[in-house]
Nanobody, 123 residues
Framework: QVQLVESGGGLVQPGGSLRLSCAAS????????IGWFRQAPGKEREGVSI????????VYAPAVKGRFTISSDNARNTVYLQMNSLKPEDTGVYYC????????????????WGQGTQVTVSS
C-alpha cells in the first residue's frame, strides 16, 4: 500500500521559515516525480514545486522561486520543501504527490497524494 505522509507544517510569522517533509512508503521515489501543491481557503489547488527524482530536475512556481527549495533524500525515501521568507499568501494546506509520468503542473497526472499539512503565515 502506497502512502505519502507530510509533516512540518505549523504557524510561523511573516519572514520565517519552515521545512516540510514528505515520507513515502510502498513506493520507491527514485522512479517518480514528486510535487508539492498547496490550497488556500476558497482557492484552487496550485503547484508549488516539483522534483524529478530520475534526473534531479527541479521546478518552481514563480510565486515561490528564490524562497523555496525542494530536495530529495532517496535513501530515506523522503522529499523536503524548505520554505524561507514566508509570506501570508503562502498560507494553505500543502500536499505532496507522486507521478510516474514525469514532472507536470497538472495535478491529475499524480497517482498518489498525502493527507496534507497546514501552513499558516501570520503575525
Amino acid at each position: 500500500q502506497v502512502q505519502l505522509v507530510e509533516s512540518g507544517g505549523g504557524l510561523v510569522q511573516p519572514g520565517g521559515s519552515l521545512r516540510l517533509s514528505c515520507a513515502a512508503s510502498g513506493v520507491t521515489l527514485d522512479y517518480y516525480a514528486i510535487g508539492w501543491f498547496r490550497q488556500a481557503p476558497g482557492k484552487e489547488r496550485e503547484g508549488v514545486s516539483i522534483i524529478e527524482s530520475r534526473d534531479g530536475t527541479t521546478v518552481y512556481a514563480p510565486a515561490v522561486k528564490g524562497r523555496f527549495t525542494i530536495s530529495s533524500d532517496n535513501a530515506r525515501n523522503t522529499v523536503y520543501l524548505q520554505m524561507n521568507s514566508l509570506k501570508p499568501e503562502d498560507t494553505g494546506v500543502y500536499y505532496c504527490a507522486a507521478s510516474k509520468y514525469g514532472w507536470s503542473w497538472y495535478d491529475t497526472l499524480y497517482d498518489y497524494w498525502g493527507q496534507g499539512t497546514q501552513v499558516t503565515v501570520s503575525s
